[in-house]
């Protein structure tokens, strides 16, 4: 009985680290934002209403974009292409993420 216990465990915990490591993913709305923040960034200094009204309809795109390759792709898919976002430093290294 005690080992069976630990086997159960031992399976859970293994079953937990491979869904951290392969599954887990952002949110599309914190993909998006951080598209947006790159952005902004390469944009400079000049910051008006109309480029905050740009990177709205931006980030408007980018989530409905992000949920329909979470629909169509997969969870896998999806995390792989938000954790390659999250660590982008550029725009072009972002939109290279597929």
């Known amino acids: 009985m ?4 630990t086997f159960v465990t031992l399976f859970l915990a293994l079953l937990a ?22 952005l902004r960034a390469e944009a400079g200094g000049e910051h008006g209403e109309a480029v905050e009204n740009l990177l709205d309809q931006y980030r ?6 992000a949920e329909a390759l979470l629909q169509l792709r997969g969870k896998l ?3 792989r292409h938000a954790k390659c976002v999250m660590a982008a430093r550029t725009l072009a290294d972002a939109e290279r993420c597929g």
């Open 60 to 65: 408007l795109g980018c989530r409905k974009q």
């Open 17 to 38: 680290a491979l869904w951290i490591a392969f599954v887990r993913a952002p949110a599309p709305h914190e993909v998006c934002q951080r598209k947006a923040d790159i």
């Open 2 to 5: 005690k080992l069976a216990a």
């Open 77 to 79: 898919v999806y995390a």
